[in-house]
């Protein structure tokens, strides 16, 4: 297996989401208390999405790269394998955030889909255990919270 993946359903329309989603990611991309600053954000394919993430202790996680498509109002695919300029780097993972309207119990809504996809099983296997399940569940956690609220 190289790839992990997070569902959820959101009670939101899918328009409402995405705004959120995509415009207002410094809000849930990391778990609290950890925090992201977006310094290149290129909202399209080929664009720089450079965004380090602060632990509460001093911590430093940087995260580069580029973005590999960005389809407006549904989805947007990131990797760490290109950074700034076309430039190679160590690849670590694909990054994919998709949403798609869905009804569930009467409930009109959005699902919301955020995949890891690994270079290799080690990769995979690394990233389970710095703790991508219950960190990517957190931050699924805190977009369905942010768009219920608003």
Not at 17 to 28: K, P, S, T, V
Not at 48 to 65: L, Q
Not at 69 to 92: K, L, M, N, Y
Request: with cysteine; glycine share 8%; charged share 25%.
């Amino acid at each position: 297996m190289t790839e992990l993946t997070i569902t959820r359903f959101i009670a939101a329309p899918r328009q409402h989401m995405w705004q959120i989603l995509a415009h207002r990611q410094e809000e849930w991309w990391c778990p609290a208390p950890w925090r992201a600053e977006f310094d290149s954000h290129e909202k399209r394919a080929g664009g720089r999405c450079d965004m380090p993430m602060y632990g509460p202790d001093g911590e430093v996680h940087p995260n580069r790269g580029i973005y590999l498509a960005w389809d407006e109002g549904r989805r947007f695919v990131s990797t760490d394998a290109i950074q700034g300029d076309f430039a190679p780097a160590e690849p670590f993972m694909i990054g994919l955030w998709e949403i798609a309207p869905e009804e569930r119990d009467g409930v009109s809504g959005t699902i919301y889909t955020a995949r890891a996809r690994h270079w290799s099983q080690e990769a995979c296997r690394r990233h389970q255990e710095m703790g991508s399940e219950a960190g990517w569940g957190a931050c699924a956690d805190q977009l369905k919270a942010l768009c219920e609220a608003t």
